[in-house]
């Protein structure tokens, strides 16, 4: 892996001759620089223990021999004081969870060689593999007495083919046998294409044992188990439906019973309803969920409903952004929460009333080449919080926050990366949209020591999505191209989240559409600032951001050249051939793409290539799933057709996510990079 690492780094040298060589060497410039990427760490999934003492979190690496990412579990005080690691080893150790007296911790982990449950007791640090299953479990959680554990793991469905092929005679060298297709949902990006199995609810004693079985059928019920208050019974959310495949979202709350495996659904409206969390007492269920209304982006709020299912109230219809990650606190009054709000991701406190009080921002951090919105926090019975906290200059460390205090970070896991190099400084702009005036935030991330009397190439970089956002995080792709001497704009345009629904829905059965003028206003904005080279643009984006880069350069010529990175090009191929057949259709179109084929062309960049200019690469993982790279390919030979500088980079396995591995997270940037130092003027 080294040696391949160790390619990309000439592949840049090749391409971007305009760099100067002893900045594309390891470790011999005090600028962020490409093979940098392998020394970050960040930390994940902090679990903060039932007395409020110690925190334990998933500290993740990456192994730069195997070209994967690993992760250990470490345990810290809340002080920031004895950090040391509970698991090493160059292999997956992940979602810790404490047991409710706080004795035991219930983590997975791949050392045996496959994902299995372990207990470990923190007294003695004596272990035990609780598991030894042929799929992996996942979704673990603890009984309230602490004797039992539910998890969720896939099972295989009953499947008999209706064709039978003759006996190859012994010896024989026949072909694979025929994958035979019936199902609608029959790949997924990141997975391939779907084994016939069902996630299906097992519970097992705390002590180990044979796990059973408690849900059955041709249908998911893998949620997240949460137990009842006596340990009889399992909350879930699932889509249960006979038409689920065509019905997505329609999913529902369900309990069953341990002793007999019956189930009973305990919501029935039209929409997901999901996450069901048991108050202390037991007395409610608070959920997730939203009234299907087949917009582009519909907000999910915050409910409560009695133990029975009765008398479900909306506790977040003042708060007009989404919910998340809900937790009850201690004294079942008032729950916390995870959201967005303006591109910055917050945790806040709502009571039964409605009422919302925020408590700590700049969680995220965890997406490592792009400044998206993520993160995660777990709170103590005290109402101390812990969250992963991200700013742009370091990705996920620790932070602890109290109630009427200021957050102190308690982890710099980078600091002896980051502590010698220099990296961009980034700085928040707020614009007006040519479209309608509207307000557009963003950010401009500038070259380490930036001289605002000189002329910068500025890089146009745009989410993808839609119903997505970007803030002020850390993000490994802009800092490089800080280090390589552009200006970077990365904007939160119409459709983005954090802004509420109607500003996400600007865009529902518009996209591409004003968009376009948010991002061209953008990139005047900072124009208009003096210090960019107008004549040295350059705009790149991915999934959503590679669909509005094609659309650009097909209405403007304005850009030196562009980077469309795993596109949608046709929207009518793009809706039969990505993995959520049931979903886009339905929720991003208000027709049948053979109903209405116009609507489809006319939302296409392909629609737009006759006019397109611009010398554009496209890159595409060839095991991408949610944008097939047909997609890609359509683009690219319609460019060589009409003459147009053009080239198609195909990742070998890569999924949608170009950050499933480091290496291919590298190359995007890397060809990225090279594409427009190749056209960059001088």
Do not use: C
Request: glycine residues 8%.
């Amino acid at each position: 892996m080294l040696k391949r690492s160790l390619l990309l780094v000439s592949l840049l040298a090749l391409f971007a001759p305009t760099l100067p060589a002893e900045s594309l060497a390891r470790g011999s410039s005090n600028r962020f620089e490409p093979i940098d990427i392998f020394e970050i760490e960040w930390a994940s999934d902090p679990r903060i223990s039932t007395d409020g003492t110690r925190i334990v979190y998933v500290r993740n690496f990456m192994d730069i021999m195997k070209d994967r990412y690993r992760s250990n579990l470490w345990v810290v005080n809340l002080d920031g004081t004895d950090h040391r690691p509970l698991t090493t080893g160059i292999v997956n150790h992940s979602a810790p969870r404490w047991s409710p007296d706080g004795r035991r911790l219930l983590y997975t982990s791949s050392e045996s060689g496959s994902q299995q449950l372990h207990v470990r007791w923190l007294d003695s640090g004596q272990t035990a593999m609780l598991t030894r299953l042929a799929r992996a479990p996942r979704l673990a959680t603890w009984s309230r007495d602490g004797k039992q554990i539910a998890f969720v793991m896939s099972v295989d469905a009953d499947t008999t083919s209706f064709a039978t092929m003759p006996k190859a005679p012994e010896g024989a060298e026949w072909s694979k046998a025929p994958k035979v297709i019936e199902s609608i949902q029959y790949r997924n990006d990141g997975a391939g294409y779907v084994e016939p199995v069902f996630s299906q609810i097992f519970v097992m004693s705390a002590d180990g044992g044979t796990p059973r079985q408690v849900t059955r059928g041709a249908v998911h019920s893998g949620g997240r188990p949460e137990w009842s208050a006596d340990g009889k019974s399992l909350l879930f959310s699932a889509n249960r439906n006979e038409k689920w495949e065509l019905d997505p979202r329609n999913s529902e709350i369900y309990e069953v019973s341990l002793s007999d495996g019956s189930i009973r659904a305990l919501t029935s409206r039209n929409g997901p309803d999901q996450t069901p969390i048991l108050s202390p007492d037991g007395s409610k269920i608070a959920y997730l969920g939203s009234d299907e209304r087949y917009l582009g982006y519909q907000l999910t709020r915050l409910h409560v409903m009695n133990r029975d299912g009765s008398d479900s109230r909306l506790i977040s219809s003042t708060l007009d952004r989404d919910v998340d990650a809900i937790q009850w606190a201690a004294d079942g009054q008032s729950l916390y929460f995870q959201y967005d709000d303006q591109g910055n991701t917050k945790v806040a406190r709502i009571g039964l009333t409605g009422k919302v009080e925020t408590l700590a921002g700049d969680l995220g951090g965890t997406s490592l080449d792009r400044p998206y919105d993520g993160g995660s926090f777990s709170v103590a019975p005290s109402g101390t919080l812990v969250y992963t906290m991200s700013r742009p200059d370091h990705p996920a460390d620790l932070a602890v926050a109290r109630r009427g205090g200021s957050p102190v970070r308690i982890t710099r896991l980078n600091e002896d990366l980051f502590g010698h190099k220099k990296l961009g400084a980034v700085e928040e702009i707020t614009y007006a949209s040519s479209h309608d005036n509207r307000k557009i935030q963003g950010w401009i991330v500038k070259p380490p020591d930036f001289d605002p009397s000189k002329k910068y190439p500025l890089i146009l970089e745009i989410h993808g999505g839609p119903f997505a956002n970007y803030g002020d995080r850390f993000a490994s792709d802009m800092q490089l191209y800080a280090a390589a001497g552009y200006v970077v704009l990365y904007t939160n345009p119409r459709g983005s989240t954090s802004y509420g629904e109607e500003f996400g829905n600007f865009i529902h059965h518009n996209y591409p559409g004003n968009d376009y003028d948010d991002l061209m206003s953008g990139v005047d904005a900072v124009i208009a600032k003096g210090y960019i080279d107008p004549a040295n643009l350059f705009v790149t984006g991915g999934s959503g951001g590679g669909v509005l880069t094609s659309w650009i350069i097909g209405k403007t010529d304005r850009f030196r050249a562009a980077v469309v990175a795993k596109p949608v090009i046709n929207w009518y191929s793009f809706v039969l051939t990505s993995d959520g057949p049931g979903f886009f259709y339905r929720y991003w179109f208000s027709a049948l793409p053979w109903d209405d084929p116009e609507q489809y062309l006319r939302r296409s960049p392909i629609s737009l290539v006759g006019s397109v200019k611009t010398p554009t690469m496209i890159v595409t993982g060839e095991a991408d799933y949610r944008t097939p790279i047909s997609e890609s390919e359509q683009y690219y030979t319609a460019l060589k057709i009409r003459g147009v500088p053009a080239a198609l980079v195909r990742i070998p396995d890569s999924p949608h996510d170009f950050a499933s591995r480091p290496s291919t997270m590298l190359s995007k940037f890397v060809y990225t990079l090279a594409w427009f130092e190749r056209y960059r003027g001088k």
